[in-house]
Nanobody, 119 residues
């Protein structure tokens, strides 16, 4: 189990940038697949991006080319650089840690950080 704390959300104008960070405490951080999810009002939580323990990344089509996920296993952190932000990126962003142990998946979540894109 890991404890996750997000930071870096806020209000930004369309076309602007924000960088979200997630600090993890606990053991074996490097073994987790780390991810960012978001949930807009009235919508289901959706995947934004993931990064594997070896650094392989995946992105939702809606953010490809605009967002970059990265991790620093020496500091137990994962970040999401968000560029060219759009109003539809407005949501609460959640950090996720996922690990599979003996064929069972386990997930830990942060408390979320609000991102608002508006002029």
């Amino acid at each position: 189990q890991v404890q996750l704390v997000e930071s870096g959300g806020g209000l930004v104008q369309p076309g602007g940038s924000l960088r979200l960070s997630c600090a993890a405490s606990g053991n074996f951080f490097s073994r987790y697949v780390m991810g960012w999810y978001r949930q807009a009002p009235g919508k289901q939580r959706e995947l934004v991006a993931t990064i594997s323990s070896s650094g392989n990344t995946k992105y939702a089509d809606s953010v490809k080319g605009r967002f970059i996920i990265s991790r620093d296993n020496s500091k137990n952190t994962v970040s999401l650089q968000m560029n060219s932000l759009k109003p539809e990126d407005t949501a609460v962003y959640y950090c996720n840690a996922h690990i599979v142990i003996i064929s069972t998946g386990y997930d830990d979540w942060g408390q979320g950080t609000q991102v608002t894109v508006s002029s």
